[in-house]
């Protein structure tokens, strides 16, 4: 992430002699990074390991926000809850305890030393392949050429013979009265609470509210969602949405959907007052903290863009094409500022697909299977295809579905909540897609997903042998089950049709 507010310049100091200083002279490179996010730290590591002479910069995170304040640290966090929920239900596993308290200093602290250990470790590639990280605030002020001011007001300008600009996006803070005053949570600040909020509203009911609702429920919180739409996780089969909100429910958190956010007052951490509008009714909830999940903007504000020649999209992304070019010769875009789907193993993908257009390789984005996974417990992950996607191509399938109950490694960790269900091609065995509630869901996820890549056919991972009693097992009951064929839309206008003419 990188976030450019302060432009200093050096040409407009004027030294103890009275005299302008000189200009910094440009530091020529083969590549210059902008954003030191995941896919182009790799991009870093990799082309410096290769011969190149590289430089990432980015104004405060080793490495981006993935390791620092995102991904890793969310999870880190996420895995003290699910401890936490396990000592809260030890007597189902026969064993007693005489209560229990949350430390959440000791929560972070454990987050924190993972966080400074992935510092360290990339600190340490950056050493070992030759590559340069800077820590500093980075603008464009000519083609290729970007200004860098370091912490102690040094300036530096390095001009690359190719640059990638990787910055990233920020939590998205909507127009709504009081909401800015009210000072409110994002997950940086989330991830860095050293006390269990009395009560905790969670504006937003996609990935981050939803994994950090039931975190912070589990650590001893009160906690009410808010969504705008009438289901959680909307762009995912009923179903699903369904499945989701009977477990926030079932640990005790309010969720309040279809709903909005007319005004708010207070300070979040201290005291903070909510005015919603629910079905035409409003109500006023009164909470200590407040948690803004909804949605991301992209960080190309300040960067100078313009001077170098990139375009934006008209929702304030960099316009790249297939191949992840900008509208300016030799500037590249990754990861979510390039409006690629919002997954560090997706800025990851992007890395590989500039790589090899550098190398010559005909490389791009267009088509590519993009997995995910809801880090909630159990977890909830998909590839491919689901229903909806399917019915709204109009795509035929074969619909198998299993409850979690059916997989007997899940018995075993009495965590059978859920179900796996896969799309398999109408008039073939080929598998369109998979979607799993469950325990363990985005391992058995990345098993269906390799086969997909292969080619494998549904039919293979049923006759297939694998090890008893595992996750992954669970995949032969689902495709020995006896699929459904749900009729398309355009079937069911047919035979209406049909009768209508009888």
């Known amino acids: 992430m990188n976030n450019t507010k302060n432009e200093t310049t050096s040409d407009t100091r004027v030294t103890s002699s009275g005299q302008l200083p000189k200009e910094p002279l440009v530091e020529e490179l083969d590549l210059l990074i902008l954003g030191g996010g995941t896919g182009s730290t790799i991009a870093a590591w990799t082309f410096a390991a290769e011969g190149k002479r590289v430089a990432a910069i980015d104004r405060k995170y080793i490495g981006g926000s993935c390791p620092n304040i995102a991904c890793l640290p969310s999870k880190n966090i996420i895995h003290s809850a699910k401890v936490a929920s396990y000592f809260r239900h030890s007597n189902e596993f026969g064993i007693t305890h005489n209560g229990f308290t949350i430390d959440m200093s000791g929560v972070r602290e454990r987050k924190r030393k993972m966080v400074r250990s992935l510092n360290e470790m990339y600190l340490s590639n950056y050493e070992k392949t030759g590559a340069e990280f800077i820590p500093g605030t980075g603008r464009f002020i000519a083609p290729k050429t970007v200004e860098v001011v370091l912490a102690d007001g040094t300036i530096r300008r390095l001009r690359g013979m190719n640059v990638i600009v990787s910055t990233g996006t920020r939590a998205k803070l909507e127009a709504i009265p009081g909401l800015a005053e009210a000072q409110p949570l994002t997950h940086i600040e989330a991830l860095e609470l050293d006390q269990i909020p009395e009560h905790l509203v969670v504006v937003g009911s996609g990935y981050v509210g939803v994994e950090f609702a039931q975190a912070m429920r589990r650590f001893g919180s009160r906690v009410t969602v808010i ?176 409850p979690m109950e059916s997989n007997l490694r899940a018995r075993t960790l009495s965590e059978t909540r859920g179900f796996v269900k896969a799309l398999v091609e109408a008039d073939s065995d080929r598998i369109l897609g998979f979607t799993a509630f469950g325990v363990g869901a985005a391992e058995i996820m990345s098993s269906v997903q390799i086969a997909m890549n292969a080619g494998v056919l549904y039919t293979a991972l049923r006759d297939a042998i694998l090890t008893h009693p595992t996750l992954v097992e669970g995949l032969i009951p689902l495709f020995s089950s006896t699929p459904s064929i749900p009729r398309m839309e355009s079937e069911v206008t047919t035979s209406q049709a049909l009768t209508a003419t009888r």
């Open 227 to 402: 969504g705008r739409r009438p289901r959680l996780m909307p762009q995912e089969d009923e179903d699903v949405s369904e499945a989701l909100r009977g477990l926030l429910e079932d640990e005790g958190i309010d969720v309040l959907l279809n709903t909005r956010i007319k005004r708010v007052s207070g300070i979040s951490g201290d005291s903070v007052r909510v005015l919603i509008e629910q079905n035409g009714t409003e109500k006023i909830l009164d909470a200590s903290h407040l948690l803004v999940a909804a949605g991301r903007t992209p960080n190309t504000e300040g960067l100078g863009l313009e001077l170098a020649g990139v375009e934006l999209t008209d929702r304030g992304y960099i316009k790249v094409n297939e191949r992840l070019q900008t509208t300016a010769p030799g500037v590249w875009a990754i990861g979510e500022v390039a409006g690629s789907p919002q997954f560090t193993h997706i800025s990851v993908d992007d890395f590989r697909v500039v790589h090899n257009n550098l190398n010559g390789v005909h490389h791009v984005t267009t088509g590519r299977q993009v997995p995910y996974c809801l880090f909630t417990d159990p977890e909830l992950a998909r590839i491919g295809l689901n229903e909806n996607e399917a019915r709204a191509q109009g795509t035929a399938y074969r619909l198998f579905k299993v």
